[in-house]
């Protein structure tokens, strides 16, 4: 009787410690993926154990030309070493934080990562971006926001100024001594912030011109406007000894050449 226990006995603390020595040969999970994961989601919503990326460009209120353009970060790293294959979602939003814009997955460039935005953004406005990493359906954290200005053709607009001289004033700034064909582009410039400052009488172009003081068959010097029948013009831009200074000056007169509204 004491044999039989002591078999049963034998038997059962073997099998314990083949249990035991089973367990603890299980092989660990790869590093890459088990350091990168977690099981539950962070305060900001993320489930990827990783790095924010950092925006690179375009930052910093940086004003661009480009309607698309190119939004490049530093890439995010797994927490706590590792390799991971990541992609990246960009995103962009108006100064109101409302998201007119979320990219599909990029994949993952060498150390940072590029993207050319598949939306025409407004010209004459600031807007903020943000990118975060993804893999197999698991997000990383929020990078932090970024803000740039979408020019036009027109560049650096000046139609928040105070008034018409000052507009004039801000357009000259932007140029050396001008050629034709600068006066042409100066007279849109100014033209096109009148514009966008709901100036009365707009709206403004240039005057269409083929003689005379005629620069490739515009004014050289004059903003027209042409609103309700009214043909009205300003001289902008004083030629006494060729000095280009900038001006406002009402002409009372009416051309029989049209006047070219700026869009």
């Known amino acids: 009787?004491?044999?039989?226990?002591?078999?049963?006995?034998?038997?059962?603390?073997?099998?314990?410690?083949?249990?035991?020595?089973?367990?603890?040969?299980?092989?660990?999970?790869?590093?890459?993926?088990?350091?990168?994961?977690?099981?539950?989601?962070?305060?900001?919503?993320?489930?990827l154990k990783v790095t924010v990326p950092n925006p690179v460009s375009p930052r910093d209120g940086l004003e661009v030309e480009d309607e698309t353009p190119e939004l490049v970060i530093d890439n995010a790293r797994p927490r706590f070493g590792g390799d991971l294959l990541m992609s990246y979602v960009f995103e962009v939003l108006d100064l109101g934080s409302n998201v007119l814009y979320q990219s599909a997955p990029v994949e993952s460039g060498d150390g940072r990562t590029s993207h050319e935005i598949a939306l025409a953004l407004e010209s004459d406005r600031s807007f903020i971006w943000r990118a975060y990493a993804v893999h197999n359906g698991d997000r990383g954290p929020m990078s932090s926001a970024a803000e740039f200005r979408v020019f036009n053709r027109y560049g650096a607009s000046c139609a928040h100024l105070g008034s018409d001289l000052a507009i004039v004033q801000c357009r000259r700034a932007q140029f050396g001594f001008m050629s034709e064909w600068d006066r042409v582009e100066f007279l849109r410039r100014i033209a096109y912030d009148l514009g966008r400052a709901s100036r009365e009488h707009a709206p403004y172009g240039v005057l269409i011109k083929d003689t005379g003081h005629s620069c490739h068959g515009y004014s050289c010097d004059i903003i027209c406007s042409n609103t309700g029948g009214v043909h009205r013009q300003w001289d902008v831009l004083s030629d006494e000894d060729g000095d280009q200074v900038p001006g406002w000056r009402r002409l009372d007169r009416v051309a029989a050449r049209p006047c070219e509204a700026v869009p």
């Open 1 to 47: 009787m004491q044999y039989r226990k002591f078999t049963v006995l034998s038997i059962a603390i073997l099998s314990a410690a083949m249990l035991a020595c089973s367990k603890s040969a299980a092989p660990p999970t790869s590093p890459s993926e088990s350091v990168a994961l977690v099981t539950h989601a962070a305060p900001d919503g993320s489930t």
